[in-house]
């Protein structure tokens, strides 16, 4: 099967000779990891069956949070976590979405605008919950920042998980919100663009933004998970240690050009799958340009299910009757212990019977965009 880091390995010499002069840090790094992930370029372990004799290379992966290869353990993880916070209520899903005629502006100041959007939706929200025409208390929720499209275009939106209801100012009280909308819709879209621009203009007190986003409603999506919360959870979760294209949806690599499939929304609301292809150079671009500042935290948590809030959270529990046990820390013992068994009872792929027995560490090899290894 195509892979992204078959691709890399293919274009990104080419791609670094023309545009590396001006390519940021994190997106040189990145396309050195993903090409060379699970290859002798980062060591590993040989290992032989007791059985067969013969010899495994298990080299080690790169850990790049932009690598499709390596992400997909770290979000059964995550969404394992989340599953504890989960409160016996309803819950909403609300998505903050920016306009795109600041995409341009948001693309070339990621590090500012991006924590910006997340600020100015965080800020809206809060501000309408705690009002008590609406909520009237401390609302909590987590967000998760996306900034890609089916197509990979830059597209910047902030998916947001919220419990429908909030903790009074004492602490001794769960306040339920309304069954058919958590806050007015309008209001908040006006609240968030003015909280955004004021930010945004502060941060960025030389450049000149477009007039026309004050005159267009931002788009703000609210409504309630029908299907409960793990539905939205999952929907998210697929995105938290996800990249902007995974690999199974690489189809092909022919004259240069990368072909690759997406989904699009039709006219009767349903999602059809289709295909698009790309030349390598701007297939490589449209993935680059999704890759965050180093350091940048893309899920964030707010009011009481922010970390340094956990009393709260222990306490909303008590008031709902929910158990208050930590169940994170021992799921975290359960991983730890399938992992070792795992490991102590891997079984050779080629005759099915015999165990691995480890042999001696691969050094790490300094050989960039090389062929891939023995598997």
Request: proline share 4%; hydrophobic share 35%.
């Given at each position: 099967?195509?892979?992204?880091?078959?691709?890399?390995?293919?274009?990104?010499?080419?791609?670094?000779?023309?545009?590396?002069?001006?390519?940021?840090?994190?997106?040189?790094?990145?396309?050195?990891?993903?090409?060379?992930?699970?290859?002798?370029?980062?060591?590993?372990?040989?290992?032989?069956?007791?059985?067969?004799?013969?010899?495994?290379?298990?080299?080690?992966?790169?850990?790049?949070?932009?690598?499709?290869?390596?992400?997909?353990?770290?979000?059964?993880?995550?969404?394992?976590?989340?599953?504890?916070?989960?409160?016996?209520?309803?819950?909403?899903?609300?998505?903050?979405?920016?306009?795109?005629?600041?995409?341009?502006?948001?693309?070339?100041?990621?590090?500012?605008?991006?924590?910006?959007?997340?600020?100015?939706?965080?800020?809206?929200?809060?501000?309408?919950?705690?009002?008590?025409?609406?909520?009237?208390?401390?609302?909590?929720?987590?967000?998760?920042?996306?900034?890609?499209?089916?197509?990979?275009?830059?597209?910047?939106?902030?998916?947001?998980?919220?419990?429908?209801?909030?903790?009074?100012?004492?602490?001794?009280?769960?306040?339920?919100?309304?069954?058919?909308?958590?806050?007015?819709?309008?209001?908040?879209?006006?609240?968030?663009?003015?909280?955004?621009?004021?930010?945004?203009?502060?941060?960025?007190?030389?450049?000149?933004?477009?007039?026309?986003?004050?005159?267009?409603?931002?788009?703000?999506?609210?409504?309630?998970?029908?299907?409960?919360?793990?539905?939205?959870?999952?929907?998210?979760?697929?995105?938290?240690?996800?990249?902007?294209?995974?690999?199974?949806?690489?189809?092909?690599?022919?004259?240069?050009?990368?072909?690759?499939?997406?989904?699009?929304?039709?006219?009767?609301?349903?999602?059809?799958?289709?295909?698009?292809?790309?030349?390598?150079?701007?297939?490589?671009?449209?993935?680059?340009?999704?890759?965050?500042?180093?350091?940048?935290?893309?899920?964030?948590?707010?009011?009481?299910?922010?970390p340094k809030n956990k009393s709260d959270l222990m306490r909303i529990k008590m008031?709902?009757?929910?158990?208050?046990?930590?169940?994170?820390?021992?799921?975290?013992a359960d991983n730890d212990s399938t992992n070792l068994k795992n490991i102590q009872?891997?079984?050779?792929?080629?005759?099915?019977k015999g165990h691995l027995i480890f042999l001696q560490n691969i050094e790490r090899?300094?050989?960039?965009?090389?062929?891939?290894?023995?598997?």
């Open positions: 099967m195509l892979e992204l880091a078959d691709i890399f390995r293919k274009y990104g010499k080419k791609y670094l000779s023309l545009y590396g002069q001006d390519m940021l840090p994190s997106h040189i790094r990145t396309l050195y990891d993903v090409a060379n992930c699970q290859t002798e370029y980062f060591g590993g372990h040989l290992y032989e069956c007791d059985y067969c004799g013969l010899n495994h290379y298990l080299y080690h992966s790169c850990c790049n949070r932009n690598c499709p290869k390596c992400q997909n353990n770290n979000s059964k993880k995550w969404l394992e976590k989340r599953k504890s916070e989960i409160l016996p209520v309803n819950y909403y899903h609300v998505v903050f979405t920016l306009p795109k005629e600041l995409r341009n502006v948001i693309r070339s100041n990621q590090k500012e605008l991006l924590s910006i959007l997340m600020k100015a939706a965080a800020y809206s929200l809060q501000k309408l919950a705690k009002d008590p025409h609406y909520v009237g208390g401390k609302i909590g929720f987590l967000g998760v920042l996306h900034t890609w499209s089916q197509t990979m275009i830059y597209h910047s939106h902030f998916h947001c998980l919220v419990p429908a209801g909030a903790i009074s100012s004492d602490g001794k009280e769960w306040i339920y919100a309304r069954k058919k909308y958590l806050v007015p819709i309008n209001l908040l879209s006006t609240i968030f663009r003015a909280r955004f621009m004021k930010l945004a203009r502060k941060a960025l007190p030389e450049h000149k933004f477009p007039q026309s986003v004050w005159y267009k409603n931002w788009n703000v999506y609210s409504k309630p998970s029908v299907k409960g919360p793990l539905k939205v959870l999952n929907y998210l979760a697929r995105y938290v240690q996800r990249v902007a294209i995974t690999n199974n949806r690489i189809l092909s690599d022919k004259n240069g050009k990368i072909t690759f499939s997406y989904k699009k929304r039709d006219k009767n609301n349903t999602f059809k799958w289709k295909q698009m292809s790309l030349p390598a150079m701007e297939f490589i671009r449209r993935f680059l340009q999704h890759v965050l500042p180093t350091g940048f935290h893309k899920v964030r948590y707010y009011g009481f299910l922010n008031v709902l009757g929910q158990k208050t046990k930590n169940q994170t820390e021992l799921l975290e009872e891997r079984l050779c792929n080629k005759c099915k090899k300094l050989k960039c965009f090389s062929e891939r290894s023995p598997p």
